[in-house]
């Protein structure tokens, strides 16, 4: 219930609008068929845009049914719907690239023509899907035909495997690099700019893997070297929609074949063994590179019980024991510690970063949350679970409108006014003292058992007690807690000790009957 109380208004709509003016996106549209089985078609060329940091919009030319076995069924788009989609996108959203995939028939490449006159694009990249890596053939003659002299004249580059190659150019077979350089001297005649033979099935081994790209004057020669795998479906597709969404970027053509190439190899290696299917035709992992966001997350969000021993650090206290604030931090850890708090008051930006660092890859280990004191910086440069906030740090709107609502964001209160003014700001959880007196924050003004009480009873958010807090008077702080206290927040009680470990559990032991009962 607690991590709902973000209010309603903190959303995108508060972001500041120089933000969305500088994140303008380079945009391919993909004209291409669905496949059901996700590795070829429209959700490949999502994907590969997406994995290159490219927006991809849709239209639709067919729905097909397909698995890693085959091509099961396709039902073309109806004309109407097709053009609306183009016109759709294209009359609003600033396509830069306009990608081809399975264009089914001679209509759909007609409508397609008359709408990329009607709002030019900077770039158009056709690859002419004819078959399908199983050997289902997706298109007729005639389409092909209509391809060649309707698409190809408006083309910026055309991407046709062997087999495609061979029907584009009449001839019988391309099986050779010399057949593919013919090939790639017939099609470019039609009228693209580049013409990309995909050698990827040459008969030569030694030349396998050769893609050959023909600006009408020189042959560019890119090699790959060969990846053993099942899960090629889709390479065609993905390979063109780089190639689109590098030139969106705004990259000269052959600079963006390279580049497709490499990603095109990387995605082979990182897919090889995969298991999607039962048949010989696996998709890509697009997303090799990308760390997968549920481990980057927090395993959960923002729990109240996460408060009950929550260990704040003391780099002065440390030293003199001489300790790093990671081994505090991982000892604290291993002693029950159920959330940490870096708190460091005079240590200089970078240093603090280094230890943050350091610290999150211990608190990651063993999934407890750890968030930075005071600075918001620190906190997002090192990708802490969140930030706690005193009452002159920056205001904690502003501060959940920044991290997001996923992180943690602790506010110190010591009136019910400022409780209800975090609430209300979007924080999860307040820190409320001082208790007692302590010798760790200096000039601290002390609120006794009573002034806790007093705001715990009027808290719509969970509450942690904080100062001059130890293993003897933790008792008396939850013997009658209020059901919003969740726990005590120490810094001395653990951190001013020889054993951290040890003390960490001797205070775990004292408070862990007040939360089963
Ligand atoms: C859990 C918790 N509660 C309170 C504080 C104190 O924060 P603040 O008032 O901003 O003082 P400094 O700690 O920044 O000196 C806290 N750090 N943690
Ligand atoms: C950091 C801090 N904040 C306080 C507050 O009252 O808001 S008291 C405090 C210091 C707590 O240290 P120790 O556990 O060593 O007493
Ligand atoms: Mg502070």
Same mark, same amino acid.
């Given at each position: 219930?607690? %991590? /709902? ?102 209509? $759909?490449?007609?409508? *397609?023509?008359? #709408? ?7 770039? *158009? ?8 890596? %199983?050997?289902?053939?997706?298109? %007729? ?5 209509? /391809? ?20 584009? %150019?009449?001839?019988? =077979? ?12 017939? $099609? ?7 013409? *990309? ?28 070297? =060969? ?37 095109? #190899? ?8 995969? +298991?999607?299917? +039962? ?26 019980? !996460? /408060? ?11 030293? =003199? ?32 970063? +280094? ?9 990651? +280990? ?42 943690? &964001? ?36 002390? &609120?006794?058992?009573?002034? /806790? ?26 013997? !009658? ?37």
């Amino acid at each position: 219930m607690y %991590s /709902l109380a973000v209010p309603a208004n903190i959303g995108l709509s508060l972001l500041p609008a120089a933000v969305s003016e500088s994140c303008r996106k380079p945009h391919v549209l993909s004209v291409s068929g669905s496949d059901s089985g996700g590795g070829a078609g429209m959700q490949a060329d999502i994907k590969a845009c997406g994995a290159l940091g490219v927006y991809c919009s849709a239209a639709i030319t067919a729905i097909t049914a397909q698995n890693t076995t085959g091509v099961q069924g396709i039902q073309v788009t109806p004309e109407n719907i097709f053009a609306m989609q183009l016109q759709s996108v294209l009359s609003d959203m600033e396509v830069d690239v306009v990608k081809t995939g399975m264009l089914p028939t001679v209509q $759909i490449i007609d409508i *397609l023509r008359s #709408q990329l006159e009607s709002y030019p694009v900077k770039g *158009l990249v056709v690859d002419p899907v004819l078959i399908a890596s %199983s050997g289902d053939c997706l298109t %007729s003659h005639e389409v092909a035909d209509m /391809l060649c002299k309707r698409l190809l004249p408006l083309a910026d580059i055309v991407t046709p495997n062997l087999t495609e190659a061979a029907v584009l %150019s009449g001839k019988s =077979r391309v099986c050779t690099l010399l057949d593919m350089q013919e090939a790639a001297k017939i $099609i470019k005649d039609f009228g693209p700019r580049y013409v *990309l033979v995909k050698g990827g099935h040459l008969q030569d081994i030694s030349e396998a893997n050769v893609d050959l790209l023909y600006d009408g004057e020189t042959f560019y020669d890119f090699h790959g070297t =060969r990846v053993e795998t099942l899960n090629t479906h889709g390479t065609g597709c993905t390979l063109a929609s780089c190639i689109a969404a590098e030139m969106a970027k705004g990259v000269q053509i052959p600079e963006a074949v390279k580049a497709a190439k490499g990603y095109i #190899q990387a995605a082979l290696e990182h897919s090889k063994n995969m +298991k999607i299917g +039962k048949g010989p035709h696996g998709p890509l992992n697009h997303f090799f590179a990308f760390p997968e966001y549920s481990k980057i997350r927090r395993h959960h969000l923002f729990k109240a019980s !996460d /408060l009950r021993l929550y260990a704040v650090t003391d780099s002065g206290m440390n030293k =003199r024991w001489q300790r790093s604030t990671a081994e505090a931090v991982r000892s604290a850890i291993e002693g029950g510690a159920t959330i940490v708090q870096l708190r460091e008051k005079e240590a200089e930006s970078s240093d603090f970063f +280094k230890e943050a660092v350091a610290c999150i890859e211990v608190a990651r +280990k063993s999934g407890v949350p750890l968030v930075i004191n005071d600075r918001l910086d620190i906190a997002m440069a090192c990708g802490a679970d969140g930030v706690h906030l005193g009452q002159s740090d920056l205001p904690v709107r502003e501060a959940r409108m920044l991290l997001g609502l996923d992180k943690i &964001i602790g506010v110190s209160c010591k009136t019910v006014e400022q409780v209800q003014k975090a609430y209300e700001d979007g924080a999860n959880y307040v820190g409320c003292g001082g208790v007692y007196p302590t010798n760790t924050k200096r000039n601290n003004r002390t &609120i006794g058992l009573e002034g /806790l009480y007093a705001i715990c009873s009027a808290s719509p958010l969970p509450v942690v007690a904080i100062g001059g807090i130890n293993e003897f008077n933790a008792e008396e702080v939850l013997r !009658d807690r209020p059901s919003t206290l969740h726990g005590i927040a120490v810094v001395s009680a653990l951190f001013d000790k020889p054993v951290v470990c040890k003390a960490t559990q001797v205070l775990a032991g004292k408070i862990s009957e007040f939360f089963h009962r």
